[in-house]
């Protein structure tokens, strides 16, 4: 198989930080690869994906993200090495069984590589799973740029092998999406599977058996703590009684704000790439050196926190600063964040070259539904039938986007799968509600959701948006995909046989940009009582495109109408539509010729007739 991926050692090649993972697993010989895609660490899925047929590996997509981790701690149970992979708020999903499987350990080895997003790019919170970590019973390596997200992937896997000790690598959003030069290593075979041996002592942790397992973990992390104490990841340098430790991407904004900064003045650093356990000698012997240190980490104050605790009880004079002050807990940091933290903690005046002059600021770009997304046409409808007469839950997914005027169909939103259950106990208390899901999440948490709907009799309107694929996060596959799409290696769920298979017996299907029949079905449901499930097809217009090769549509509204544009702007906010000055518009390169704005718009509907 000739794939970029594959190739030999030796080379040097420019990657994402997920493809540097992608590599890094198979020069480790992982055995099988289990996710729940979600951004920033699609890629990496992604990249297996495109790379099952060589045969190395066994790869899957799950519907989510408890289920992956299950898998693949079942599968580093039997014996294989498992790479897990999903996005931060994905571990909330799956921290159930990750508490219990470091109790019991995995003798094939498992890595859960989570991938979290300071500044909340493409996320709902901006949690640091280091907390996780620590909180699990994980050693946790942080990776700060490509080559790192290369060597770091094979030390957990290695280190998770040896120790039966699960292991988290946490990229954040720079990581996963920065690109570098990486070095590849040579392709081994896939790594043997140690067999099964039968032990419930070990793997049944009933109470009496966990009570064990605890202090067996405990134990194990304190030999890991030695690894962590030699690993060539955590580095010292520089001289002087100014320090700084820096774990994951800081560690890369640091350097490049070093240059700015004359040699003379440079801090001593102490960079933290595997930050659990902590290094604690080595941490406690860099400490004994300076009289002042910043820390620098996005997220919380997790080392800083260590590091306070570890000069206490050692009575280091040391004096310890990062997120009281001059840094923060909130998203992202950059070089001249970290120039002037240096500064405001150490003491640094002088520059070695002049700042860079300020960033022009861009236009704002509002997040927006694509041009012809079946999902506006199903917002508009639900806009004329409800208005503001019912409260509208929404979740996670593309159609999140609905939150904006004109179309405002998302009220509230907590996590994924939430819509359905969140919604029924609003409604026991408020207005109606209707409750927005898409196909992907709809089988990722929706389905509980609606059984538990069932079972209490809530009174909801269901409608699950279903564009054939797992849209937001790049085109993956899902139990309601069709069978073509899907290939021999999966099967598709009929998403109306699944929700009546749940117990609910008023249930309808529309095309989504059948204005006419969206209206009338949700008129008819509109003051029903009981649970209402109203399913509305259509592909994904990107994914159509790509994908299905499905050409555009006729574009009846190509030809420039100021009157038609300026309604189907101020009521749907296509798009393709557009405002110059006092004229409005048409984007024929936008235009997909959905034929909606030609059902809503009576303006367009006379243009067409005449």
């Known amino acids: 198989m000739n794939h970029p991926l594959l190739a030999p050692a030796g080379g040097t090649h420019l990657l994402l930080g997920n493809e540097a993972v992608v590599r890094g697993a198979l020069e480790t010989g992982v055995n099988f ?5 979600g951004t920033p660490s699609s890629e990496v899925p992604d990249g297996f994906r495109s790379l099952a047929a060589s045969g ?25 090495l498992c790479l897990v992979t999903m996005k931060h708020v994905g571990v909330n999903v799956a921290a159930d069984p990750l508490l219990t499987m470091t109790y019991t350990g995995l003798p094939g080895g498992l890595v859960l590589l989570s991938a979290d997003d300071p500044g909340c790019h493409s996320s709902q919170n901006e949690q640091d799973n280091r907390l996780y970590a620590r909180f699990a019973g994980m050693p946790c390596f942080e990776p700060a740029s490509a080559q790192e997200c290369l060597d770091m992937t094979k030390a957990a896997l290695l280190l998770a092998r040896e ?16 690109r570098g030069p990486v070095r590849f290593g040579p392709l081994p075979d896939p790594a043997p599977v140690i067999p099964f041996v039968r032990d419930p002592g070990r793997f049944v942790p009933v109470p009496a058996v966990a009570r064990v397992r605890h202090r067996a973990m405990a134990a194990n992390l304190e030999r890991i703590r030695t690894v962590a104490e030699n690993s060539p990841f955590n580095r010292e340098s520089g001289e002087g009684d100014i320090g700084v430790v820096a774990s994951g991407i800081s560690r890369a904004y640091l350097h490049d704000a070093l240059l700015s900064v004359a040699p003379e003045l440079r801090p001593r650093v ?10 604690v000698k080595a941490l406690a012997d860099f400490m004994r050196r300076v009289r002042s240190l910043l820390v620098l980490e996005e997220g919380e104050p997790f080392v800083e926190q260590a590091l306070h605790a570890l000069a206490h009880s050692l009575s280091l004079p040391v004096e310890i600063r990062g997120k009281q002050g001059p840094l923060e807990i909130f998203g992202e940091y ?3 964040q970290v120039l002037s933290a240096l500064r405001v903690s150490s003491g640094f005046s002088g520059e070695k070259a002049a700042a860079p002059a300020s960033s022009v600021a861009l236009p704002g770009r509002p997040p927006n539904l694509c041009p012809g997304c079946a999902h506006r046409s199903a917002f508009y409808a639900a806009r004329k039938v409800f208005g503001d007469d019912v409260v509208y839950a929404s979740d996670i997914g593309c159609y999140t986007l609905g939150l904006l005027p004109p ?8 996590c994924m799968g939430s819509s359905i259950s969140a919604g029924s106990g609003f409604a026991r208390f408020g207005k109606p509600v209707v409750a927005f899901i898409g196909d992907s999440t709809f ?3 929706g389905l509980t959701g609606l059984v538990n709907a069932v079972f209490n009799k809530h009174t909801v309107l269901v409608v699950i948006l279903d564009n054939g694929t797992t849209a937001m996060t790049g085109h993956q596959p899902n139990p309601g995909m069709d069978q073509e799409a899907l290939g021999a290696n999966c099967t598709h769920l009929d998403i109306e046989s699944v929700v009546r298979g749940c117990g609910v017996t008023r249930v309808a299907r529309a095309g989504g940009y059948n204005q006419k029949r969206l209206l009338a079905l949700m008129r008819e449901m509109k003051d029903a009582t009981g649970v209402r499930v109203l399913i509305v097809e259509e592909p994904c217009v990107l994914y159509a495109r790509r994908a299905l090769k499905k050409k555009r549509g006729q574009k009846a509204c190509a030809a420039r109408q100021d009157a038609a544009a300026a309604e189907c702007l101020e009521s749907l906010a296509c798009p393709a539509f557009y405002r110059a000055g006092e004229t409005c518009g048409v984007n024929t390169d936008l235009c997909t010729g959905c034929m909606v704005c030609v059902q809503a718009s009576p303006s367009f509907r006379a243009q067409k007739q005449g």
Do not use: I, W
């Open 270 to 279: 102490f960079e933290l790439g595997m930050s659990l356990p902590l290094p």
């Open 163 to 178: 120790s039966g000790q699960p292991v988290m690598l946490r990229t954040t959003t720079r990581v996963n999406h920065l």
């Open 334 to 336: 950059s070089v001249p």
């Open 407 to 414: 179309l405002r169909t998302a009220d509230f939103l907590f």
């Open 443 to 445: 089988f990722h948490s």
């Open 33 to 37: 690869v289990s996710c729940y895609p």
């Open 56 to 80: 190395r590996f066994v790869f899957e997509y799950s519907v989510n993200e408890k289920v992956a981790l299950e898998c693949a701690a079942g599968a580093a149970l039997s014996g294989a």
